[in-house]
């Protein structure tokens, strides 16, 4: 029996990435579990964890049975998703050229995340913004189900 999983389950895992954390996909249950990078690597160490928080503990469990398991599998990582990429197709996909060339270009340089933010309030774009990050969300979400044979549904 395929794994199955909910298209919104990956999608807010993906919207919720940080640096030092990776999600993952259990294919037998279903779960999907975030853990840290020091999580894994206390869970390759061998160390103790008994001195570690509980809920602490229990995601080194999770580590350990990753690393030593097959039936965990990475969600797409940060660098899979590329925001900024995002952004870019996001700006250049605007009808009216003189707020597409100005959104555009308030994306190269430093502060490139900060200004396109500012932007898009200043130009009253919000939702439109967050109606294409969404659905390219939704495409990565769809292709990571396909090339790990996932049944996924809405």
């Not at 003189?98 to 009253?124: C, P, Q, T, V, W």
Request: aromatic residues 12%.
């Amino acid at each position: 029996m395929k794994a199955r999983v909910k298209l919104e389950s990956i999608i807010d895992e993906l919207q919720m990435m940080f640096d030092d954390q990776r999600s993952f996909f259990n294919i037998r249950t279903g779960d999907i579990a975030l853990i840290s990078d020091e999580e894994l690597r206390a869970a390759e160490e061998e160390n103790p964890i008994e001195k570690l928080p509980d809920c602490q503990q229990e995601n080194v469990n999770i580590a350990i049975e990753i690393l030593e398991e097959d039936f965990w599998i990475p969600l797409p990582s940060k660098y899979d998703v590329n925001e900024y990429e995002i952004m870019e197709r996001f700006c250049l996909s605007i009808d009216n050229n003189k707020l597409r060339d100005n959104m555009y270009s308030s994306i190269k340089g430093r502060g490139a995340f900060r200004k396109f933010k500012d932007n898009i309030e200043r130009y009253n774009i919000e939702q439109d913004w967050y109606r294409f990050r969404d659905s390219a969300l939704k495409e990565i979400a769809i292709d990571w189900c396909q090339e790990n044979e996932i049944i996924h549904e809405w």
